[in-house]
Nanobody
Framework: QLQLVESGGGLVQPGGSLRLSCKASRAPVDYYSMGWFRQAPGKEREGVSW????????MYADSVKGRFTISRDDAKNTVYLQMNSLKPEDTGVYYC???????????????????WGQGTQVTVSS
């Protein structure tokens, strides 16, 4: 079964950038749609970005449009989230998730995704 491990989080000042990585193992990620989610303290997990198989289609939450870019490198079994112009409200634990194409097509519903990483902390603060 696919295993996901996120990395790249950290502490960054407002306006700064981070690139998150989600490395898949035990199975190829090619056949999965992939999503990035985040969860701030005391809040529900929310969808941030989604990418289809082969990276043909992408989708972003309104709050991150124009600042975040999702991409995937199936040869490296890795999905990325480039985050620019970070704001304090971007703070949270970021998770990557994988799910079957049919169910996760353009979806930000947590329940549509079967496989999750352990998360990586992103803190935006001066």
């Amino acid at each position: 079964q696919l295993q996901l491990v996120e990395s790249g989080g950290g502490l960054v000042q407002p306006g700064g950038s981070l690139r998150l990585s989600c490395k898949a193992s035990r199975a190829p990620v090619d056949y999965y749609s992939m999503g990035w989610f985040r969860q701030a303290p005391g809040k529900e997990r929310e969808g941030v970005s989604w990418i289809s198989t082969r990276g043909v289609h992408t989708m972003y939450a309104d709050s991150v449009k124009g600042r975040f870019t999702i991409s995937r490198d199936d040869a490296k079994n890795t999905v990325y989230l480039q985050m620019n112009s970070l704001k304090p409200e971007d703070t949270g634990v970021y998770y990557c998730a994988a799910g079957p194409v049919g169910r996760t097509l353009g979806s930000f519903y947590v329940s549509d995704y079967d496989l999750w990483g352990q998360g990586t902390q992103v803190t935006v603060s001066s």
